[in-house]
């Protein structure tokens, strides 16, 4: 069975799963980083938004390993909206891990969907 995308995020950001005080927050948070996710071309092409613990994680991405690191970018651009670290050097470390992540993501998606600029397609 595959994780529910909220609760798992609950949990790195240090809230319990019984705890639904903050689930509006987090949600929020959630689709919004699915929105860039979705502009880059990772998840479903027409969007993906969760609106409870029932979306997983194989709603999001399918069962492709490789994709594995969109829960760490999902988690770590959450934990900077919603509980951002106090130092400045833990926050430009989490900064930098984002753009790697999404480099890399960008790399993984033009190696699958990548479509030569220079072809003209006639009709």
């Known amino acids: 069975m595959s994780q529910s995308i909220l609760t798992s995020t609950k949990k790195i950001v240090g809230i319990g ?6 689930d509006p927050d987090i949600i929020l948070h959630i689709n919004s980083v699915i929105s860039v996710l979705t502009q880059v071309g990772i998840g479903p092409a027409d969007g993906f938004m969760i609106e409870d613990s029932t979306a997983t994680w194989e709603d999001l991405i399918g069962s492709d390993p490789r994709l594995s690191m969109v829960k760490s970018y999902l988690y ?3 934990r900077l909206i919603f509980d951002p670290p106090g130092t400045s050097f833990a926050l430009d470390a989490m900064n930098k ?5 999404e480099w890399r993501l960008n790399v993984q998606r033009e190696e699958e969907l990548w479509i030569d600029p220079t072809i003209t397609v006639t009709a």
């Open 17 to 22: 799963e019984s705890d639904t005080s903050f």
């Open 76 to 78: 770590l651009r959450v």
């Open 97 to 101: 891990t984002v753009a790697e992540i």
